[in-house]
């Protein structure tokens, strides 16, 4: 299939991804030169169908791009009211006040929104002003110029058989090409890890780190709803055996977003993230809150969680990296929009100088400085020692050790300099033989679910006559490696249930249901052996969330 031809087209910026920042980036070339030619690839079958997040959102992106966003009716509509933290016992909760906190980590002024539904609405500003944007249409190849640098991308190929050859329906797909190319995938993009690689953009830098978030949308019983109230808690379940923390946010409507949040760096491959939520949700403080509501969404997403010093150099000729693809997410405000649409703005406008200065296909690196020195610079900066502190001295140290450095950090100062990350996600998982496995109840069918059920509850739907895009590098590895020694953790890990391992005359044997995916790129952080690559599934396919 190497020698296809395709068409192509010519544009001065091509997008990869309708996220906040590939939309942010649109909209703002747009404001700058109505006749700039831009144009947006998304995968997921409409705008926001691929969009997993909280959310909590600070306007400060927003407020910065479309200033008068009330008046154009952004779904932005729901103030935070309430900003309540508890550590959980198994059977308790302490209120942890906010005072010790900088005020940076309130959310007042914040609003709680769905970004799946902001992004739907950003499309449209987009829209008006010119900007194409391609739904359903994945981007799977990037295309080099005769220089090496990037040119432009391969979208919407469809039709090809499992084994890789052209099926019946058969289509080539086009060749999009950009003056620039903008990667704005989120959280470890497929393209975007092709381009760091190729072009040694992590050399010098700190491995970035994850965390798994899985969200269940609620609608509970009008008299426990409480519109604006937001709650984080730490603690039980996870305990000793995880960082991370879980997410209840009451949005309009008599919903609450549910989520749960697990540091992908643990060590026990017996962990089992998915049911560690299910658990949560038996905890009497959250239990009376869902009793009597049903769920009635549910989703999964990898979030970036390495901060200032694990992101990469971002620029390289002819692409830039956007929002997570890089990697912006404020690890203790649990926030990334913000600065994901930021970039998208500041990108934007260095490819606006460039291109006003006749220059194309080269590093925007006036990007890459506003990045590091302007407003996303800063908010990761200040916080930049927290999630290290976490991984090295566990929950209760880090939440005073962290608190700590981030007023020193107000002020200017750290006593702790820039700690480092250490190992990578994958490589801190540890053999089966030094851990106990974990005894999860069943669920319950009422506050918890199966996977498979819950995963019914993200409208995932992959065409099934296509190559499985979850690629192994050697095939004899998962039941070598992963099974052998680490008690096969793809199964656990997963939370859409699509790794098994079967039994096939008493030998164990491995097993990818690609249909469950829900492109959260667990699979592609964790996997002990770096055995799994994600790629891109054709275009359309996936989850399709509503309102998340
Ligand atoms: C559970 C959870 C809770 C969170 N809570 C909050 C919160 O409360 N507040 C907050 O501010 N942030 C929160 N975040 C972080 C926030 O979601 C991210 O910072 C933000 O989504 C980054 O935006 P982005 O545009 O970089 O990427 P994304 O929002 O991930 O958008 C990327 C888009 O690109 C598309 N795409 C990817 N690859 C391709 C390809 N090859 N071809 C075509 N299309 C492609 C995807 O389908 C997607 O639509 C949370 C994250 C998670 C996982």
């Known amino acids: 299939m190497s020698e296809i031809e395709r068409e192509s087209m010519e544009y001065d910026v091509v997008i990869v991804g309708a996220g906040p920042s590939g939309l942010s980036a649109a909209i703002r070339l747009k404001q700058l030169d109505a006749d700039l030619e831009v144009v947006v690839l998304e995968k997921g079958s409409e705008v926001g169908a691929h969009i997993l997040s909280g959310a909590v959102l600070d306007p400060c992106g927003l407020d910065a791009l479309i200033p008068d966003w009330k008046e154009k009716g952004a779904p932005v509509s729901v103030p935070v009211t309430e900003d309540k933290f508890y550590m ?76 890789g050859t052209a099926g019946p329906g058969y289509e080539p797909g086009m060749e999009l090409h950009g003056k620039y190319v903008f990667l704005s995938e989120g959280v470890r993009g497929s393209l975007s890890k092709e381009v760091i690689a190729k072009y040694n953009l992590s050399e010098g830098k700190e491995p970035q780190k994850f965390g798994l978030g899985m969200k269940e949308i609620w609608e509970i019983d009008p008299a426990k709803h409480k519109e604006g109230r937001v709650e984080h808690t730490m603690g039980w379940p996870l305990g000793g055996n995880a960082g991370g923390g879980a997410f209840i946010y009451h949005i309009d409507n008599n919903q609450v977003y549910v989520g749960f949040v697990v540091h992908l760096n643990y060590k026990n491959p017996h962990l089992f993230p998915y049911m560690e939520f299910q658990r949560f949700k038996h905890h009497p403080h959250v239990a009376a809150l869902l009793e009597g509501g049903k769920r009635v969404a549910y989703g999964a997403r990898a979030i970036s969680e390495g901060g200032y010093q694990s ?66 610079g800063k908010d990761l900066w200040k916080v930049r020692n927290v999630k290290p502190m976490w991984s090295k001295w566990g929950m209760s140290a880090s939440l005073a050790m962290g608190g700590l450095d981030m007023w020193t950090n107000q002020l200017g100062f750290s006593f702790f300099g820039t700690m480092g990350h250490g190992k990578t996600d994958a490589a801190s998982t540890e053999p089966a033989s030094h851990h106990k496995p974990i005894d999860y109840p069943k669920p319950d069918g009422k506050l918890s679910f199966d996977r ?11 065409e099934e006559s296509q190559p499985c895009h979850l690629r192994l590098k050697d095939e004899n590895v998962p039941v070598a490696v992963d099974y052998t020694s680490f008690a096969g953790p793809s199964q656990r890990y997963c939370p859409a249930g699509v790794y098994e391992f079967v039994e096939d005359d008493g030998k164990p044997r491995f097993v990818i249901n690609f249909q469950n995916c829900v492109h959260c790129k667990t699979c592609d952080i964790k996997d002990p052996a770096q055995n799994i690559t994600w790629t891109v599934p054709q275009g359309g396919d996936g989850p399709n969330y509503p309102n998340m």
């Open 311 to 376: 992101m990469p150099k971002m620029v390289a000729p002819g692409v830039a990296l956007l929002g997570c693809s890089v990697g912006m997410v404020n690890v203790p405000r649990i926030k990334g929009n913000h600065n994901a649409m930021l970039s998208g703005k500041a990108a934007a406008e260095a490819a606006y100088e460039a291109l006003q200065a006749g220059r194309a296909s080269d590093e925007l690196s006036a990007y890459e400085t506003e990045v590091r020195e302007g407003a996303i």
């Open 452 to 462: 498979l059920t819950n995963v019914s509850f993200s409208f995932t739907n992959h």
């Open 88 to 163: 959980l016992g198994e059977a308790g909760k302490m209120a942890i006040p906010h005072w010790p906190m900088p005020p940076f980590m309130s959310n007042h002024g914040n609003y709680i929104v769905s970004m799946a539904n902001v992004c739907r609405w950003m499309a449209e500003q987009a829209e008006a002003l010119g900007v194409e944007i391609f739904p359903g249409m994945s981007c799977s190849e990037l295309v080099y110029g005769d220089n090496g640098e990037v040119k432009g991308v391969i979208a919407g190929e469809f039709g090809k058989n499992p084994d």
